[in-house]
């Protein structure tokens, strides 16, 4: 009987440790697989607002109205939501709605890029770079920092060829 008990005390840590372990994963796959889910949404919340605001005020070419259209819009949206709602997001929600097709957005999301990724993508005005560097972060899972950094150093080595 001392020999069972012995044995069972050994292997109670093993299996305590493994259940721990066992634990974790499943609270990291989780929360993994919502921070994806909600950067989706969010990509494609501010991609659709991008696209209501340019076709019912900027694309009827009402400019000086737009502007402060826009300007309004986020002064009750900051009320209403907080301060990431002001007129700065909502240029670049605009900025997005003419940078990337439908088509584009859901590829983006599929592909588990972020808002801030689109943001930095939607500033590259030529068409084939701005692939170039989608299809890239998407071979190398690069983090908005390494894309940031690789457009930067690109943007330094044409300013040292042009000088």
Known sequence: MGKSIIKSETTVPKVETQLYSDVCSLIENTRGRVATTVNAEIIMLNWQIGVRIKNDVLFNQRAEYGKQMVKNLAVKLTERYGKGWGDRKLLHCIRSAYTFSEEQIVYAVRTQFTWTHLRSLM?????????????????????????????????????????
Not at 138 to 154: F, N, Q, S
């Open 123 to 163: 500033f590259i005005d030529n068409e084939l770079k701005r692939e170039f560097y989608i299809e890239m972060c998407r071979l190398e899972h690069w983090d908005t920092r390494t894309l940031d950094e690789k457009i930067d150093c690109a943007k330094r080595a044409k300013n040292r060829l042009s000088a």
